[in-house]
C-alpha cells in the first residue's frame, strides 16, 4: 500500500465551490414558491443546508478511509440496494410523488434508493472487474456476469419509474466496462441491442413519448409537454451575457416548473447570465480533468476503476442535467450535482467524492 499523501485539492475546490453554489441558487431559485407553499421563504434553504452538512461529513468520512477497505464493501453495498429498490416498489412502503414512486420515508427524510444503487453499483463494478482482469474482454465469462446483474437494476430503476437514473446508471456502467478493458466490439453490439430497449420505454409511455416529441419541437404543445423546456429557454436566453442579477429571475415567480431542483441550470442562467453557466461548465471540467487524473494515477486497478465510475457518474449526470435544461437532450429527471436542491442526490454524489479524495491522496506523485 502507498503511503497516503494530500488529496488532489482541486478535485476538493471544485466540489466545494459547486456546492456552495448550489445553496445559494437553492434559495434564490425557491424562496418565492417556498413562501407561497410553506409560508418560509427560508423552507429549502434550510433543508439543502441539511443535506450539505450531512454529505460533507459523508465526504470527510470517506476521504479518511482508506479506499482499498472498501473492496469488500462491494457485494454487501450492492446487496442493500437491491433491497431498497425492490423495497420502494412495495406499496405501503415506497412514497409517491410526481406520478413516480421512487423514494422510502425514514424518519422525517425521504431517501431515494436508486441514488444510492449508483454509488453501490461503482463500488462493486470495481472490485468486479479488477479480479477479472482480462478475462473481461471474454464476453461469457467477464462481461456477461456483470451485465446481467445491470439488467435486472436497470429494470427495477425503470419500474419506479425513472428511466433517466436508469440510463444514467448504464451509461457509468458503460464508461467503467471500457476502462476495464472490454472488447469495443462487444460494447458496440451492447450499445445496438439497447436501442429498441430505449425505444420501448419512451414510445411505452405516454408522458415519455409527449415528453420526446416535445424535445422534437416543443412549440407544438407550447402549454401542454413543450411547457418546461420553453420556460427554461426562455430563462437562459433572458440572461444574456452577464444576467439580470443575483435573485432577481422572472422565471422563479412560479412559471419555470422544477426551478429549484432540475432546472435549476436555468435560472441559474437567467441571474447569472452565460458568464455564470460557462464557470459552472469549467467547474464541472475541472472535477473532470482531475478526477481522470487521479484514476491513472491510481496505485492499482482497483482504485483506478472506482475513479473512473465515481467521476463518471457525477458528470454524465451533469452532462444530462444540462443537456436537458438546454433543450439538447429529451426531459427526464435527473439533477444537477452538487447544485439541485435534493439529498440523497446530494450526500451520495458527496460521498463519491470523498472516496475519490482518498484515491487521490494515495496515487502516483506527478
Known amino acids: 500500500m502507498r503511503k497516503k499523501g494530500q488529496p488532489d485539492f482541486l478535485i476538493f475546490f471544485a466540489t466545494v465551490t459547486l456546492l456552495g453554489l448550489g445553496i445559494v441558487m437553492v434559495f434564490s431559485s425557491s424562496n418565492v414558491a417556498a413562501m407561497a407553499e410553506f409560508n418560509d421563504s427560508l423552507y429549502f434553504l434550510k433543508r439543502q443546508a441539511m443535506w450539505s452538512f450531512i454529505g460533507l461529513l459523508g465526504m470527510s468520512f470517506f476521504m479518511q478511509i ?32 410526481g406520478g413516480a414512486q421512487r ?37 461469457w465469462r467477464g462481461l456477461l456476469p456483470p451485465l446481467v446483474i445491470l439488467g435486472g437494476l436497470f429494470l427495477m430503476i425503470l419500474k419506479q419509474p425513472d428511466l433517466g437514473t436508469a440510463v444514467a446508471l448504464a451509461g457509468t456502467a458503460g464508461i467503467m466496462l471500457f476502462a476495464a478493458g472490454a ?51 426562455y430563462a437562459i436566453g433572458s440572461g444574456g451575457l452577464l444576467g439580470v442579477g443575483l435573485g432577481q429571475s422572472h422565471q422563479k415567480f412560479l412559471y419555470l416548473p422544477e ?44 482504485g483506478s476503476l472506482l475513479a473512473v465510475g465515481i467521476i463518471g457518474m457525477v458528470t454524465l449526470q451533469a452532462l444530462v442535467n444540462i443537456g436537458v435544461v438546454t433543450g439538447s437532450l429529451p426531459i427526464t429527471g435527473i439533477p444537477l450535482p452538487f447544485i439541485s436542491y435534493g439529498g440523497s442526490s446530494l450526500v451520495f454524489s458527496l460521498a463519491g467524492i470523498g472516496i475519490l479524495l482518498n484515491i487521490s491522496s494515495q496515487g502516483q506523485r506527478a
Not at 201 to 225: H, S, V
Open 66 to 97: 482508506d479506499y482499498h477497505r472498501l473492496k469488500r464493501w462491494g457485494v454487501p453495498a450492492l446487496t442493500i440496494a437491491v433491497i431498497l429498490l425492490g423495497a420502494v416498489l412495495v406499496e405501503g412502503i415506497g412514497t409517491e410523488g
Open 103 to 139: 423514494w422510502l420515508r425514514v424518519g422525517p427524510l425521504n431517501v431515494q434508493p436508486s441514488e444510492v444503487a449508483k454509488l453501490c453499483t461503482v463500488l462493486f463494478l470495481a472490485g468486479f472487474l479488477a479480479d477479472r482482469g482480462e478475462k473481461i474482454r471474454d464476453f
Open 183 to 233: 472488447e469495443w466490439k462487444h460494447l458496440a453490439a451492447l450499445g445496438v441491442a439497447a436501442v429498441p430497449v430505449l425505444w420501448w420505454a419512451i414510445m411505452g409511455e405516454t408522458y415519455r413519448r409527449n415528453r420526446f416529441l416535445a424535445f422534437l419541437n416543443p412549440n407544438a404543445d407550447p402549454l401542454g409537454a413543450g411547457y418546461h423546456i420553453i420556460q427554461s429557454l
Open 259 to 302: 426551478r429549484h431542483t432540475d432546472f435549476i441550470f436555468a435560472i441559474l442562467g437567467e441571474e447569472l447570465g452565460f458568464i455564470g453557466t460557462l464557470a459552472v461548465l469549467a467547474l464541472f471540467f475541472l472535477l473532470a480533468w482531475r478526477g481522470c487524473r487521479a484514476a491513472m494515477l491510481a496505485p492499482d486497478r482497483f
